[in-house]
Structures are given as C-alpha cells and as structure tokens.
C-alpha cells in the first residue's frame, strides 16, 4: 500500500537547505557539455512542471544526488556537463483509516504519482530518461520515495558500459522530405515526442503521424497509402512477403480500475482477468476477486468491463495474455485486433477507454501504461508463471522481453514471460514499411529515422514509460539497416 504523511508545503529553511546544497557543489567555471551520461560529473537541474509539488520533487531528486556523490549539482546550466529536465505530480488516491473505530478522522492520504526525467547533453541530445512512480510498500514521504527511485536509476545509469559498435556518429543530412504514417496508439505519445524531436534535427523533413489503431494504420500501409505504419503486432505472413518490421520500443498493457474509496492497488490472477472480460465474474466483492485481495473493502456492485472498439494492436497483446492463460477464453473468443466481445462496451484507442474508465465508477479496461499514468488512473498488479504479483514499470517490463527466450530477434510475442519478475502483459511495438521504396529521397529519411530511433530515441522512451530496447536487439536490426533499399 502506497501510504505517506500529507505533503507539506516546501519552507523557507527548506528552500535555503536546497539552495545551499547546490551552491556547495557548484564548480564555479564553465563545463563542457559531454554525449555520453557516464561522462558527466556536473547535473544542472532545471526547474520541474507538472504542477505545485513539482518544486518538491525537485528539491528531493537534488538533495538525493548531492548525497550519492557520484554527481556535482551546479546552479547554472553553464557550469553543468548535463542537464536534468523533469516533469511530475501527486494526487491523492483517497484515505485510509488508522483507527477503525473512527475512520472518518483518524486516517492517512495514499498518493499516486510519478517523476518523469530526461537528462541532456552536447548540443541538446538525449542521455538518458526515467519514469519513476511510487514504491509498493513505501513509507515516508511520497516525494521522497519518489526522486529516491529516479536518483538511484539516474546514478546507476552513469556506471560505465560497453559502447554500442553501431551507434552513428553524426546525422546525415537529408532533402526536404515529408513522410505520412498512422496506425498504433500504443506508442503514440512516444512517437509524437520523437518525430517532433527528429525535425529539430532535420529541418527539411516532416513526419505526420496519425494514431488511429494498428489496424487501420496496416491496412493503408498495404494499400500504398502511407510511407510507414505503427502496429503493435506483427503482421501475418502473406502480408508481410513485401514489408520490413523494426522493433522500436517496449511496453505494457495494464488492467485500470475506477472504484470509490479503494485505494489499496489490486492483484488479479490471469483467470479472473479472463473471467471478467468473459462475463463469468460480474461483481467486484466476488470471491474470486477476493482471494487474491485479502482486506480490502471492495464494493457489492456490478463490474463495468470496457474494451477497444477500434481494429488495435493493445486488444491483440490483450487477447494474446488472455488466451495463454485460459483456455476457456481461447476456445471461445481468441487473440486478435478487432474481437467478439462477451461483455462490456467499446471505446476507440487507449486514449478512449482511459477517458470512460476515469468517468465511470466501478469500471474496468485495458490501456498501454503511458496513458493509465497521464489519467490519474489505478492500475493492478497482475500475477505472472512465476506466481508473483507484479506492477506494470520499466524494469518489469524489460525483464519480459529479457526472459522472452529470443536473444538478439524480438519475439513476435513475449507475454506470459517466464521471468520471476516479469510483468506478463508486456509487447514489442512495430514499425512496418515496405521492403523496398523507389523515393531515393524518402528511402534516406526512413533509413535515418530508424537508426536515431534505436539510437538516440532508446535514450528518451523511459520518460514516458517506455521501456528501451535490449541492447543486442538494437545491435541487430542496426546491422540489417545496412540493406535498406
């Protein structure tokens, strides 16, 4: 249970305390921005937004760097070797008593929240990045538990580690180009933030991207109408005998939950998951609910089950879950985009279940990590092959793909990992695009905007909760750019 004393506005001593620790660490002359995070020695923190607790968080992550002392924290940008960039908030999931005899005042706030945190280096280019949520079973304060995490994965990050051979040097520069894309929400939030930050690279290019499900989006790409397309799922064969995939990036499909006065976050087996969106379980104090929530007061009231009603990539990696852990589901409704549902109703992409999960009370859906965070919304700990009840984060979701069984191929699907810590609703995310494109020009913007993706763009996915590609995946479908046509 995620509990914490009230968050208590920062004091001028505080603030003086802050002060003092930076200046204590300021180097006093000029840095020279480096392009490598284990490089820098010198952190300079810029003012956080997300809203009034930003200031707090901040005020933590600098006092938790200070102390590790493998970072100088300086109060100029100038004086920095890198630069820290973040965005956070806290919000109060509801109460929880201490007293049960008087519940109604003798009670403490649990919060959600997150700190998201990209580090720059030479000429603006990404370093590294870091999502951050609260811990499982933290006490304290949230702001505290919060930046510790981000300045632990931040200090981590900076140990030395083997270059990529494959990593480009330099940017080629490109005619002026425009390319159009749909598909995948899954990863609409990160592709929007890397296309934007490819055309500051590149002026002449422009990128459109249009989320409107992995469908869609690969039924157009076949039809010629795009240059590429986003899918969360790896076409069939016979579509694919004329199209390339890359891997881009690491995901999660999270169970989220709408239910007054819970603020403890849920367990769910596979099988009631499945039982759920079968129609078997209708209630949420049903037993089977129940047994893996022990002390937890869930309501006498049906269950409103949501689900995409657009062709998606994130019913696929759904349905896929599903139909490994039961057979019931497999036998009756199967993996696939768009699905025969048992029960509940639709709602087009992440961005829609999301919006009518948060409106509606008692109800349940299914959405990519990203946006479950951006909503303010619960989200449940699913039990894995293992038998461990794991939260969708960054490293549960690269233990996945880790444990997935392929080495330096990802693997069409890696749910239902075998990992201990595995989260077991996790994915790949795609791009697809013809083998071969007759635009010389567009055929050099796909090639270099693939290879700053597995290069460059690996280093600013885990802002927004995402996790970045294993290391000899990248490596790989590197070297079969070589071939890009």
Request: negative net charge; proline residues 7%; glycine residues 8%.
């Amino acid at each position: 249970m995620r509990k914490y004393p009230p968050p208590q506005p920062a004091t001028g001593l505080s603030k003086i305390c802050c002060l003092m620790i930076i200046a204590a660490f300021c180097t006093g002359a000029a840095a020279e921005r480096v392009d490598s995070l284990t490089r820098a020695r010198t952190l300079y923190v810029e003012t956080f937004t997300g809203g009034v607790q930003a200031a707090q968080l901040r005020e933590s992550l600098v006092r938790k760097l200070a102390k590790s002392h493998r970072f100088q924290v300086v109060q100029s940008p100038a004086n920095a070797d890198a630069v820290v960039t973040g965005t956070g908030q806290i919000w109060v999931r509801g109460f929880v008593a201490i007293n049960p005899h008087t519940p109604a005042t003798d009670r403490e706030a649990a919060y959600g929240g997150y700190l998201s945190l990209e580090v720059d280096g030479a000429h603006g280019q990404p370093l590294w990045s870091w999502l951050a949520t609260p811990g499982q079973r933290a006490w304290g304060s949230v702001f505290d538990d919060i930046a510790g995490r981000a300045a632990k994965e931040l200090v981590g990050a900076a140990e030395p580690a083997p270059a990529s051979p494959m990593s480009p040097s330099h940017p080629e520069v490109l005619a002026k180009i425009s390319l159009t894309a749909a598909g995948a929400t899954f990863p609409a939030p990160l592709y929007e933030k890397w296309f934007e930050d490819f055309e500051q690279i590149h002026p002449g290019v422009r990128l459109h991207y249009d989320p409107v499900g992995s469908e869609l989006g690969n039924n157009e790409l076949f039809q010629g109408k795009l240059d590429f397309a986003g899918s969360d799922l790896v076409p069939e064969p016979a579509m694919t005998a004329h199209m390339r995939r890359v891997a881009t990036v690491l995901g999660a499909v999270v169970p989220i939950y709408n239910i007054k006065g819970v603020t403890r976050d849920l367990r769910f087996t596979p099988e009631t998951l499945a039982d759920i969106y079968l129609g078997r379980v209708l209630r949420w104090n049903d037993p089977e609910i129940l047994r893996s929530n022990k002390g937890v007061n869930l309501p006498d009231a049906p269950i409103v089950v949501l689900h995409r009603s657009d062709g998606s990539g994130t019913s696929w990696v759904w349905s896929d879950f599903l139909s490994k852990v039961s057979p019931a589901w497999s036998s009756s409704v199967g993996r696939g985009t768009t699905l025969r549902w048992p029960v509940g109703s639709g709602e087009e992409h992440n961005e829609g279940v999301a919006e009518s999960v948060q409106k509606t009370p008692n109800s349940i859906g299914y959405v990519e990590l990203t946006y479950a965070i951006q909503h303010e919304l619960s989200y449940a700990a699913v039990r894995n092959r293992a038998g461990e009840y794991i939260h969708a984060d960054l490293d549960s979701v690269a233990e996945a793909a880790r444990t997935s069984g392929a080495s330096d191929t990802p693997a069409p699907s890696i749910t239902d990992s075998s990992g201990r810590y595995a989260y077991p609703i996790s994915s790949f995310t795609w791009l697809i695009l013809p083998a071969q494109t007759a635009d010389a020009a567009k055929r050099a913007g796909l090639a270099e905007l693939l290879r700053w993706i597995l290069t460059s763009g690996q280093k600013e996915c885990s802002a927004l909760g995402y996790a970045p590609l294993p290391r000899e995946i990248v490596d790989s479908q590197l070297k079969s750019l070589s071939d890009f046509q």
